[in-house]
């Protein structure tokens, strides 16, 4: 198992190369109005998460371990980034996995840790937009992902579900970052609608390859993952029950 982890850690590591310069919106983008609001918005999440978090984590080494382990899958993917808007960047998330195997509230509390030391050691987003980030990111991102899987992962496959999930969670992070960056800066001449669809313009040449290749990666990373760890997930229980519930029906 723990070889498992090194060896998934170290490749992380080398994804990571030398962009330690990324960001998400970077601070003091946003006008003070909108960072309080986005923050206010965002902690409610935040607390709920925290709760359900020291609920599923009480007593059980192997869940913590895929929560750390989570939390560094995120911390490094959302590193890299492209180019793209002034103020913000593309990058990958990596929250799609981390809503499959912890449900979208664990991603809630991971997503405000990654970010703040994003924000502390790389400079990358900052501590006024980290309300607005982790609602684009930890919390709609989180949300997408894990309705996609659930809901489609009986109807068209686990791999294809993974898949779908974590790409269409990438990419809906940036429509939500368009969304706030058009009531920030609404552009010249356009209302809030027209900005948001020319932010989301710029967005999409550089997002949407990411969000297939962060959907691939979450795909091979899942297959990775040691079988005790898969055991271990938060969802595990909450998919046995299904299960169940589908096996008396057809019994029934």
Same mark, same amino acid.
């Not at 090194?6 to 080398?14: A, E, G, N, R, V």
């Not at 027209?194 to 691939?216: D, H, N, R, Y």
């Not at 595990?236 to 299960?243: D, M, R, V």
């Given at each position: 198992?723990?070889?498992?982890?090194?060896?998934?850690?170290?490749?992380?590591? %080398?994804?990571?190369?030398?962009?330690?310069?990324?960001?998400?919106?970077?601070?003091?983008?946003?006008?003070?109005? =909108?960072?309080?609001? =986005? =923050?206010?918005?965002?902690?409610?999440?935040?607390?709920?998460?925290?709760?359900?978090?020291? #609920?599923? %984590?009480?007593?059980?080494?192997?869940?913590?371990?895929? *929560?750390?382990?989570?939390?560094?899958?995120?911390?490094?993917?959302?590193?890299?980034? %492209?180019?793209?808007?002034?103020?913000?960047?593309?990058?990958?998330?990596? !929250?799609?996995?981390?809503? &499959?195997?912890?449900?979208?509230?664990? !991603?809630? *509390? %991971?997503?405000? &840790? !990654?970010?703040?030391?994003?924000?502390?050691?790389?400079?990358?987003?900052?501590?006024?937009?980290?309300?607005?980030?982790?609602?684009?990111?930890?919390?709609?991102?989180?949300?997408? +992902?894990?309705?996609?899987?659930?809901?489609?992962?009986?109807?068209?496959?686990?791999?294809? #579900? &993974?898949?779908?999930?974590?790409?269409?969670?990438?990419?809906?992070?940036?429509?939500?970052? +368009?969304?706030?960056?058009?009531?920030?800066?609404? /552009?010249?001449?356009?209302?809030?609608?027209? +900005?948001?669809?020319?932010?989301?313009?710029?967005?999409?040449?550089?997002?949407?390859?990411? /969000?297939?290749?962060?959907?691939?990666?979450?795909?091979? &990373?899942?297959?990775?993952?040691?079988?005790?760890?898969?055991?271990?997930?938060?969802?595990?229980?909450?998919?046995?029950?299904?299960?169940?519930?589908?096996? #008396?029906?057809?019994?029934?």
């Amino acid at each position: 198992m723990f070889k498992s982890i090194l060896s998934l850690t170290l490749f992380l590591f %080398l994804l990571k190369g030398n962009n330690s310069y990324s960001m998400h919106i970077m601070e003091g983008y946003l006008p003070v109005g =909108w960072s309080i609001f =986005w =923050w206010a918005l965002y902690l409610p999440f935040f607390f709920y998460g925290v709760k359900k978090l020291k #609920a599923n %984590l009480k007593g059980n080494l192997d869940k913590k371990l895929l *929560v750390t382990l989570i939390g560094a899958f995120i911390f490094l993917v959302s590193s890299l980034k %492209l180019p793209s808007l002034t103020g913000s960047s593309s990058h990958a998330t990596g !929250v799609g996995l981390g809503a &499959i195997l912890l449900g979208p509230s664990g !991603v809630f *509390v %991971l997503g405000a &840790i !990654v970010l703040f030391f994003q924000a502390t050691l790389l400079a990358h987003g900052g501590y006024t937009t980290l309300g607005a980030n982790a609602i684009s990111m930890t919390v709609v991102g989180a949300l997408v +992902s894990y309705g996609i899987y659930k809901g489609l992962r009986k109807k068209v496959g686990e791999k294809t #579900a &993974i898949f779908l999930a974590a790409a269409l969670g990438d990419f809906m992070t940036y429509v939500v970052t +368009s969304i706030q960056l058009a009531l920030a800066h609404p /552009a010249a001449g356009s209302d809030y609608l027209q +900005s948001a669809i020319k932010f989301l313009g710029v967005f999409s040449i550089t997002q949407i390859p990411l /969000a297939i290749i962060e959907g691939l990666v979450t795909v091979i &990373i899942i297959n990775m993952l040691p079988k005790e760890l898969m055991e271990n997930s938060l969802l595990a229980g909450e998919y046995e029950k299904e299960e169940k519930i589908e096996g #008396a029906k057809v019994n029934g």
